[in-house]
């Protein structure tokens, strides 16, 4: 089931430089793309979301992009801090299977002094 | 800050038997998820619960895995006869309403079948 990909499973970028995650997608079914934060040991944490309605969302450092006719989102995060270090997953869902999130193979960022 | 808590961290088990991972949802939550992320792979789905009864399996959730949630504050997954395969992360997850689009995550059971 790839329904959601992260083709790229690591970046490296420099604190205070801007971080791009991508993702595409192949269902035109999902209503809802969300970002998830995690870090070793412990479960996924929430970013940011964007409804299919929608082609962008902001929330402090973090903002989303979503390209419907591409079936492809981005996470931008500037500036990127140390903290942000991090496995960053994409995730998507439906609104007829609400909450049931389909999860990317997930992209490990590093933020370098 | 309101968490989600699973216990066991880890659990080591011998093929064959039985385990139960045990998950505390954030007390106002209503829609309650466990997924799975074997090493190496995605996080994957397992199961939907709301309103004390199934509302969403996927293939893996077989006759092997059950759910329950026994009084209102405990979120359980059992697996009747673990196979190596089940190896794996199991996280809990809940929702506070089907108007919220975050899930809150537990901090995973990490399940070792040998």
Redesign the interface.
């Known amino acids: ?1 790839q329904q959601v990909k992260q083709n790229s499973p690591s970046l490296s970028v420099q604190e205070g430089r801007i971080s791009i995650l991508n993702c595409d997608y192949t269902n035109s079914m999902f209503d ?1 793309f ?1 970002w ?1 934060k995690k870090y070793p ?6 970013l940011i ?1 964007i409804s299919s309605i929608k082609d962008k969302n902001e929330d402090g450092r973090f903002t989303v992009f979503l390209n419907k006719s591409a079936k492809h989102l981005s996470l931008h995060i500037v500036p990127s801090q140390p903290g942000d270090s991090a496995v960053y ?1 994409c995730a998507a869902m439906t609104t007829d ?10 992209t490990q960022v590093v933020v370098t002094p | 800050e309101p968490e989600v808590t699973q216990t066991p961290s880890h659990q080591v088990t011998q093929m064959g038997q039985e385990v139960i991972l045990r998950c505390v949802p954030i007390s106002n939550h209503l829609y309650f998820y466990w997924y799975r992320q074997i090493l190496g792979q995605k996080v994957e789905f397992l199961v939907s619960f709301y309103n004390n009864e199934i509302s969403e399996k996927s293939e893996i959730f077989d006759d092997q895995f059950s759910v329950e949630r026994p009084d209102g504050s405990n979120f359980t997954l059992k697996i009747r006869s673990t196979k190596l395969e089940d190896s794996a992360m199991y996280f809990c997850a809940s929702y506070r309403s089907s108007m919220n689009t975050e899930a809150f995550f537990g901090q995973g059971t990490r399940l070792t079948v040998v």
């Open positions: 089931d809802y969300l998830y040991a412990e479960g996924p944490t929430f979301s997953f299977s609400w909450g049931k999130l389909q999860f990317g193979a997930g």
